[in-house]
């Protein structure tokens, strides 16, 4: 883990610091601190470290001083932190300007810094950092666990989730986030935290956000769905979406039962994977929005794809199947017939034997029951799909 240069300057310790040059290298890498008093520093040092020192063993030695940030570049330091000797000390200007050159950070510290007043608190922050990495793998880990059905028993699952705080007792609207960015894994308990945050700041708190393989999931918990919900997670994610600007998110339907997260996450995966295939359906994508379109995407996965296709049935011809089959109101009959005649109701019912009032009066109820317009060509296509799906599966 680490903390950039720019993050270390921030650090209270380093109130007192001035950046000569290199703001250009500000995002270098800290790993590690080091204190370098000895002539030759750069024999003893190591990539990703912030070097302190008061350059006593050079304080003479042009050659040297030339030969430092050079030396200190090549071996891939992150930047370079100078105590004077005396508020007379000046930093060689030929250092001022080599910094610049090669994007290195030469920080002057204050006459009276203790090294361990810097030293201490950066460790610190690097040591926090990889604390917070390694209880988000964790977390990950257990969400990973459950998504794969390796977790089947609720009390199991219930105390690994008391011990991180999480409410099994919410409901959640799951997202995933998909990016293009190769660097986001390098620092991704910042990522994680940062979403986390623009959640607390939209109203939303104790968000869960966990790394997966493929994004980043998140979990917004909630105790009773309404409009004002759903405004809030979206702001959330419009906001991520505009702070990464090379990335896809899909909404999968709410989860009202944990130990059914991964029916949820399938569906934001698969919401995020259309957004990226199909123009025009924008960086945010709801799955209950995609109609037609998640039934046509090929899944590498034929039970996938199988049940899928069945969910989609299902969504659109599930209560008139169970109506034809326990009332025998043969609705299934009539949309077929309705789609097969161009949507000419006198035919329709013409080719059916029946009166076309009747034919009127069966599609209204279709339309009641099924909370659909027939007259808008989404809807027919959608229903016609379905219907085709129903034949064959």
Not at 255 to 272: H, K, T, Y
Not at 293 to 320: A, C, H, W, Y
């Amino acid at each position: 883990m680490y903390i950039t240069v720019e993050e270390a300057l921030a650090l209270p310790a380093m109130a007192g610091a001035e950046l000569l040059s290199g703001e250009t290298g500000l995002s270098r890498k800290i790993t590690s601190v080091n204190i370098m008093e000895v002539p030759g520093i750069s024999r003893f040092v190591k990539p990703e470290e912030l070097i302190i020192t008061t350059m006593y063993p050079i304080r003479e030695n042009e050659k040297l001083q030339e030969a430092l940030i050079p030396d200190l570049v090549e071996k891939g330091v992150s930047a370079l932190s100078i105590v004077p000797l005396s508020s007379e000390t000046e930093i060689p200007p030929i250092m001022v300007r080599q910094a610049a050159e090669y994007d290195f950070p030469l920080i002057r510290l204050p006459l009276d810094t203790s090294f361990n007043e810097i030293l201490n608190p950066i460790l610190n922050q690097i040591l926090e950092r990889k604390q917070i990495e390694t209880e988000y793998r964790y977390r990950a880990r257990i969400i990973d666990d459950l998504l794969q059905g390796k977790i089947v028993s609720r009390s199991r699952l219930l105390s690994l989730w008391k011990y991180y705080g999480w409410n099994m007792s919410s409901h959640f609207i799951p997202a995933v986030l998909q990016t293009e960015k190769e660097d986001y894994h390098e620092s991704s308990s910042g990522m994680l935290q940062y979403l986390s945050n623009v959640s607390e700041k939209n109203g939303i708190s104790d968000t869960i956000a966990a790394d997966l393989d493929d994004g980043i999931l998140l979990l917004f918990p909630y105790d009773k769905l309404t409009e004002e919900t759903k405004r809030n997670v979206y702001e959330v994610l419009l906001q991520v979406s505009e702070n990464l600007k090379d990335s896809w998110i899909g909404i999968g339907r709410d989860v009202q039962d944990i130990m059914r997260l991964s029916d949820g996450v399938f569906q934001a995966r698969q919401a995020a994977r259309i957004a990226q295939k199909v123009t025009g359906l924008g960086r945010i994508v709801d799955f209950e929005s995609l109609g037609v379109s998640r039934v046509l995407l090929d899944l590498p996965d034929m039970n996938q794809n199988i049940t899928m296709k069945r969910e989609f049935v299902e969504e659109k011809l599930g209560i008139l199947l169970e109506s034809d089959n326990r009332k025998h109101t043969e609705f299934i009959r009539t949309l077929q017939a309705f789609f097969e005649q161009n949507s000419n109701l006198r035919q329709a019912a013409t080719s059916l034997f029946i009166h076309y009032n009747t034919m009127r009066n069966r599609l209204n109820q279709i339309e009641e029951l099924t909370q659909s317009d027939l007259n808008n060509p989404e809807t027919r296509l959608e229903i016609q799909i379905a219907m085709k799906l129903n034949a064959i599966l």
